[in-house]
């Protein structure tokens, strides 16, 4: 098969699903989602890359989108699917997961555990959810990333200032429970379909409350509880996501989830693939494969069925 990584600024990771892909006897290679336009045609929806057609020269087309790029991202995603080209993830998925506080309110709806959270348009509005929170609290942005826009608060007076410098930034935040029994510390368990093929657990090296690995945490291979596997599967499955890293912290009441990453890293000196000795990229190639031929066979089933009702008309006309 043909196979499209479509990529924005995650060269490492992308280079490491071309390089298995084409190890395995498949063509494979990145489409920097920059370079990509599209064109809206009732009969004949058109993609070019680099100003080339590019509509019907893949198979299969895996999404790793940067943040920055979500919105026209899913639009891309979009016009393979209209154009009848597998996309490993949904735009939905992808969408729900980029969007923190709708992704809790998913998780809520199908009984997750996660720490409690608040939100409100404006500041003066969070006074009384922040009573019911116990100090400190988490302050972060709707779409922080990496651990970036997210901050301890540690009294009332430094949750206002946080609020209110968010609102006057026009940007969307929220105000979370803070695991103290977990300060420094979270696993980060990587989702391919309906198993979960390796986790680590993060570990700041100094006092950040934060324990992600571009911040300078270290991370070790660790093994899941049934439980805590269980409310993995059970989250990623909430949003409709197939492939993604899911974040949590072991607390005194069990695991409470932090978010879900539909474009996680598993590359580098301290990620996954590294410190679990898990072929992460195979595990993500072998599973689309898969899923890629059952879509095709569908196709080709409804393809057969309405040619066969067409054949039938026209017999009793």
Known sequence: MKIAILTTNQVDDDNRLVEVARAKGHDAFLLDLRQISIELLPSNPEIYYQNEVI???????????????TDFGINILQQFICAGIYVSESPEALRLGRDKLKCLQYLLSKDLPFPATAIAYTPEYLETLVGHLK??????????????GVFLAKTKKEVDNLCKTFSLAGVSYQIQEFIAEAAGQDIRAFVVGDRVVAAMQRESQDDDFRANVSLGAHSAAVQLTPEEELVVLR??????????GVDFVRSSRGPLL????????FTGKQGLETVTNCNI?????????????????HQRLMASRVRREEDLLCADG
């Open 258 to 265: 932090l978010e879900i990453n539909v474009s996680p890293d």
């Open 235 to 244: 989250a990623t499955q909430s949003i409709g996501v197939n492939i993604a």
């Open 135 to 148: 100090l400190p609290l988490v302050v972060k942005l709707i779409e922080s990333t990496e651990g970036t």
């Open 281 to 297: 990229a195979a595990a993500i190639i072998d599973y689309t494969l898969s899923e890629a031929k059952g879509f095709y066979r």
């Open 55 to 69: 509509t019907n020269q893949f198979d299969i087309v895996i999404p790793r989108l940067n943040v920055s790029y």
